[in-house]
């Protein structure tokens, strides 16, 4: 024992090198071993040091090793482990008092040396909550007040929140709340929520694809179950959307029962448009309990429809909205219909009668052909039957009536098969166009009514001759042939004759009103060959009455009018002025002269010169 320096100390000592000294100066006492090291110190304020001699609190433990180890020996159960204890009053020590909502019971903080200065890293920290042993513990950011993250006694934990309603609440305004990332390898990430019955996951593929052991596309973003159980999505706590674990889908059905199965209440519906307006492209499929089965394609703003109606038929036309709630065009015109029932389609009709039915005009451009043999084939223009004015197109081949091809042929009221124009039996007028097959002209030799009903004014024959007019429409010109009965015009669409051309209106070039040229050759003997032809026989004797073979008039309106020029490389032959002079010639400066007017003859040769020139008297 020595009382040191001036007695400010006193030192308990076993040797030089381990001893206790108490300071007198200094209030402290101090536990030295190895000579001056001191392992534990108590300052005057009672502040413990280990490994320092200025303790800054209560107890202050420095080193270079661990700084602590504990160990605790106890055989009455697993609840007896080393720890430490922190235990929060508020009052003295003397006069202790009870702790409100709020108050910190314990706290772990953590520094480090930054620049010669010792900073703030951030605090574990256990809160209470109320005063009946509920509270959070919090891990505190570097300014240990600010929570990132806590867990409740009920083991809620809370992430960006401090009152996390669920296992694990994650909140806060960072636009990416949560990420389960597998870093830089190719395995996939995900996450799992499981309980006994089912699970549900959600995460990436690896790079193989695989991910619940059925294979898959490498690094797809994938959200499943592994278990045979229901995928189910819902809104406004009530399911909307189901995917049962044989792949269906059902929307608004908790038992789907094909690949996609879609009710509305008790209405089977699908729709696709797109924008607010009804008139917007729509596809709507559906089952309703007042209109039955419908299917829908609504197309364009003005709504253009292809609907399947509730009758099995189908529809194109125009929609004046997309309503199909009973499973029918609504509103709008139906341009073509086929009907379910027995498949005949209707174009400007709902309910066509026949395999075709068009309810206006019609224009064709190709052909029509029947595949049948020996069979009927027919087209009906205004129906058939009891109806006025009905046109029929079409052909029998091998039944009765007699073979034919025919348009615009007419069924009168009583059913009975006509043709012609004017028709008396119904005061219908029409255009026949036809050929029988076998060459006869009888429509149909068991239609006894056909003379009475009407009259053919046209027909074209089988062998391709053509007649023209009621006198010479029964009658077979032959092939190639054409007969008309009455005036042809060219040019004029009123014939005054038999053959009337017209050529009028201004021309810049020559211009033949009819020209003829007969170009044939032949070498056969004792046959004549014509250019024209002109023949007017018969008896014509009445008073002033004149036949002529050939008839011109004088012509007018030109620098030379000739009346008749008959040229060619054997001489000329014209009829001058009006009719006075009749000129012969071989060429136009040698000619011989016949005068009307002057009753004169002239020879001229070299132009005009005249040669030889005998007057009327002689």
Do not use: C
């Amino acid at each position: 024992v020595s009382v040191l320096g001036t007695g400010a100390e006193l030192q308990f000592s076993r040797s030089g090198a381990n001893y206790i000294t108490a300071s007198n100066a200094s209030g402290s006492l101090g536990f030295n071993t190895g000579g001056s090291n001191t392992r534990l110190y108590i300052d005057s304020t009672g502040n413990v040091g280990i490994g320092t001699t200025g303790p800054g609190y209560q107890l202050d433990v420095q080193g270079s090793s661990a700084l602590a180890s504990m160990t605790r020996f106890n055989d009455t159960g697993a609840t007896y482990p080393p720890g430490f204890l922190f235990t929060r009053a508020r009052g003295t020590q003397a006069v202790p008092a009870d702790i409100v909502a709020g108050d910190w019971l314990g706290k772990t903080q953590f520094r480090g040396r930054i620049g010669g200065t010792v900073s703030d890293y951030g605090a574990f920290a256990f809160i209470a909550s109320d005063t009946s042993q509920n509270g959070r513990f919090s891990f505190l950011d570097r300014d240990l007040t600010t929570e990132r993250m806590v867990i409740l006694n009920s083991g809620n934990v809370g992430i960006g929140t401090t009152s996390p309603g669920a296992l694990l609440d994650i909140g806060g305004t960072n636009n990416k709340q949560f990420l389960v990332n597998s870093g830089a390898t190719t395995g996939y990430a995900y996450s799992t929520y499981s309980n006994t019955g089912g699970n549900l996951f959600m995460g990436v593929m690896g790079s193989s694809g695989v991910f619940w052991g059925s294979g898959g596309s490498a690094y797809a973003s994938t959200i499943g179950t592994t278990l045979a159980t229901s995928l189910v999505l819902a809104t406004n706590n009530a399911e909307r959307m189901r995917i049962d674990s044989s792949g269906n889908v059902g929307i608004g059905t908790t038992s789907p029962n094909s690949t996609l199965n879609v009710l509305s209440g008790t209405v089977a519906e699908l729709k696709f448009n797109s924008g607010a307006s009804a008139l917007t492209p729509t596809l709507a499929v559906g089952n309703t309990n007042s209109g039955g089965k419908f299917a829908a394609l609504v197309a364009g703003t003005t709504g253009s429809a292809f609907v399947f109606d509730n009758s099995g038929s189908f529809n194109i036309g125009g929609e004046a909205k997309a309503d199909y709630t009973a499973g029918t065009i609504n509103g709008g015109t139906s341009y073509l219909t086929v009907l379910g029932s027995n498949g005949n389609v209707g174009i400007g009709t709902t309910g066509p009668a026949y395999k075709l039915d068009v309810s206006d005009s019609v224009a064709i451009l190709g052909k029509f052909e029947s595949s049948a043999i020996n069979a009927y084939s027919a087209i009906n223009v205004g129906g058939i039957g009891a109806s006025k004015g009905n046109s029929f197109f079409g052909g029998y081949y091998g039944g009765a009536p007699t073979n034919y091809f025919g348009s615009n042929v007419y069924r009168n009221e009583a059913g009975t098969y006509v043709r012609g124009i004017s028709e008396t039996g119904d005061g219908k007028s029409m255009t026949a166009f036809y050929w029988m097959q076998n060459g006869a002209y009888n429509w149909n030799s068991a239609n006894a009514t056909e003379a009475a009903n009407g009259t053919t004014k046209m027909a074209l024959s089988q062998a391709g001759g053509l007649s023209l007019g009621n006198a010479y429409a029964t009658t077979d010109p032959g092939a190639g042939n054409m007969i008309i009965s009455g005036n042809v015009g060219i040019g004029t669409t009123s014939p005054s004759a038999r053959l009337h051309i017209l050529q009028s209106g201004a021309v810049t070039t020559a211009s033949s009103g009819v020209l003829i040229s007969n170009t044939a050759t032949s070498s056969t003997d004792s046959i004549n060959k014509y250019g024209l032809d002109v023949s007017s026989t018969g008896t014509w004797n009445g008073l002033t009455a004149n036949n002529y073979g050939l008839y011109v008039e004088s012509p007018t309106g030109g620098t030379t009018n000739t009346t008749a020029l008959f040229a060619g490389s054997l001489g000329n032959v014209s009829v001058l002025g009006t009719g006075a002079e009749l000129q012969f010639s071989r060429s136009g400066a040698n000619y011989i002269t016949a005068s009307n007017a002057s009753g004169s003859l002239g020879f001229n040769t070299g132009g005009s010169n005249t040669r030889l020139y005998i007057d009327s008297t002689g």
